[in-house]
């Protein structure tokens, strides 16, 4: 039976900002934990999104790309779709959706899987550029990232809320990623408004957190935790 309670998370955003770009985990093997999320594949090249059981990167370039099994990534969250609840959008900003998520579904301390289709009357994302060793870290390595806009756009944003808790293991608050339609337009949100759309949420109840202990690298490294909330906040919002 699919496991639909669970968040299953390879690797930890404080290492991608630490710099551990090298992908450690085959995309095979994540997508054992989940056929809906979010990630970064190997050398932070571009903005993941599993939809479906079928993972795509768009690329700092804005183009998209599928992925295969064998593709390493550093970092990925992940679940089984099972939406517990699903509802209509009409015209709604992503500022206004997330106020209304969090008046009415007390999400503050858990984490819950979102998947929004339909479409977009504005959608406006970004993706970060594939990096080279020696690796820097992920505020340099995000201190210039492209951007994308498109407008009457379909398609599916996919992502997540996690407690701010949790701020360093991964993004606290939301964190989603969009691809269109036809497979050639995405990135990680910056803004949109919702033309109509289907939302579905899903509360989950456990959070796996694996880790790359065969990576000698990540063993070794020494995380600055003293600055991690600044440098999250400067990359990823
Ligand atoms: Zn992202």
Known sequence: MRDTITLYQHGTLAMLVAGLFEGTLPLGELLEHGDTGIGTADSLDGEMVIVDGQAYKVQGSGKVVPLTPDTKVPFASVHFMDAQETRSLVGVTDEQLKEQLQAEMKMDNVFVGVRID????????????????????????????????????????????????????????????????????????????????????????????????????????????????????????
């Open 118 to 237: 339909g479409t977009f009357s504005h959608m406006h994302t970004r993706a970060v550029n594939k990096q080279v060793r020696p690796f820097p870290n992920l505020t340099a390595a995000t201190r210039v990232q492209p951007e994308f806009e498109q407008d009457q756009v379909s398609g599916s944003v996919v992502g997540y809320f996690s407690p701010h808790l949790f701020q360093g293991a991964t993004v606290g608050g939301f964190h989603w990623h969009f691809i269109n339609t036809t497979r050639d337009f995405g990135g990680h949100i910056l803004d949109f408004t919702v033309n109509q759309a289907e939302i579905s949420v899903q509360v989950l109840e456990n959070m796996v957190q694996h880790l790359p202990i065969t990576n000698t690298e990540f063993r070794a490294k020494n995380m600055a935790l003293d600055s991690l909330n600044k440098d999250i906040d400067e990359a990823e919002h």
